[in-house]
């Protein structure tokens, strides 16, 4: 397949990435299974996840690997999770990509992983407060499309 | 104990159609909870999650 980053996109995401701070883990999760966007999706994101030494990514399915599928609460495809990583220790803040990242959601996909790479949320300290005191889940769905 | 999900709502149309999305950015709470339209300023999300959780 051809490559879907043009050069000049390339470069720009370079920039960028120069000042990430830590490292950040895609684990992308595709399906064999009315997935129309998941080879699209996967190429992407291994094609982001190679521009910067900071960045590696795994790919499983959501089938054959169901016990991490549901470990990490992915239950779409594609899916992708942006998770913390320290040497091998995985860390989950719980942030997720469903669909394909492309369009005006690429740059969700580059923001995330930037944030991720901060260890920061950038929230005021009122809402940490708050979430910090939850003593029950919360899952925040953003639905967005790409153009 | 947060989870924060990007839906590409054009992919999964089922799910869009159950929460009632016509327009984006729409930011669902706990699967239905609570809705909230539009990119709104973190104290008016956060509003939201309280008010989810309190009761």
């Known amino acids: ?62 089938e054959t690997d169901g016990d991490l599928a549901a470990k990490y609460n992915v239950d779409k495809a594609p899916g992708l999770v942006i998770a913390a990583r320290e040497e091998e220790q995985i860390t989950d803040f719980g942030v997720r990509l469903s669909g394909i990242p492309s369009g005006h959601e690429f740059t969700s996909l580059i923001q995330d992983i930037i944030l991720v790479s901060n260890r920061d949320s950038g929230l005021n300290p009122q809402t940490r407060a708050f979430l910090k005191g939850l003593d029950k889940p919360i899952l925040l769905q953003v639905f967005v499309t790409p153009t | 104990m947060i989870q924060a999900e990007m839906v590409e709502a054009t992919e999964f149309p089922e799910l869009s159609m159950r929460h009632g999305v016509s327009g984006v950015p729409q930011t669902t709470i706990n699967d239905g909870k609570a809705h909230v339209v539009g990119a709104v300023p973190e104290q008016n999300l956060l509003a939201e999650i309280q008010r989810v959780v309190t009761k």
């Open chain 1, 1 to 62: 397949m051809a490559q879907l980053l043009n050069d000049d996109i390339i470069k720009q995401i370079q920039e960028v990435f120069a000042g990430l701070k830590n490292p950040v883990h895609l684990m992308f999760f595709g399906s064999k299974h009315d997935c129309p966007y998941c080879d699209d999706t996967r190429q992407l994101v291994e094609e982001v996840a190679a521009i910067s030494d900071m960045l590696s990514f795994a790919v499983y399915d959501m």
